[in-house]
């Protein structure tokens, strides 16, 4: 039996605070976080589905102050996958620290792709500081276990 997307909204939204904040580069003050979760479809319909999820990430993006741009698409080649970037403009000196991030993932995404006409490399399960599916679902998992019902 399913709570009420009212009352589940509220509870991920605090969860996903902490994990906003912490998606941010070291020493950018706040900005350019983003978070993408990688669900499977029973796991995103279990949570109430994308448009909830996505409106919770939007809710606890704008408590960060952020300016979001979200997406969510259902019933992927891997799962569903929700998620959030921070589009705030940073404040200099914060911009450099949000620039080589952003390059250091961009590089991280092409190693992984490697050069044109190369084999595609084997997919890899390895967890990413970007893709906090484990700890948004775990975190979850305990705040909707503390909330009486």
């Known amino acids: ?7 589940r909204r509220p509870v991920m939204t605090q969860v996903l605070v902490p994990l906003l904040r912490a ?10 976080g983003g978070i993408e979760l990688r669900l499977t479809n029973d ?9 909830l999820v996505r409106a919770a990430l939007r809710a606890a993006a704008r408590e960060l102050g952020w300016k979001t741009e979200t997406f969510g698409w259902t019933e992927t080649i891997r799962g569903t996958m929700v998620g959030v970037t921070d589009r705030r403009t ?15 993932r961009m590089r991280k995404a092409v190693e992984r792709v490697g050069p044109p006409g190369a084999p595609s490399p084997p997919r890899s399960d390895e967890p990413s500081v970007r893709l906090p599916t484990q700890k948004f679902l775990t975190a979850y998992a305990a705040a909707q276990s503390a909330v009486d019902w």
């Open 1 to 7: 039996m399913y709570e009420p997307c009212q009352a």
């Open 23 to 32: 998606s941010c580069p070291p020493d950018a003050g706040g900005y350019g």
């Open 43 to 51: 796991e995103a319909e279990e949570l109430g589905g994308v448009a």
């Open 90 to 104: 940073p404040p200099s000196p914060f911009d450099s620290f949000v620039d080589a991030d952003r390059q250091r």
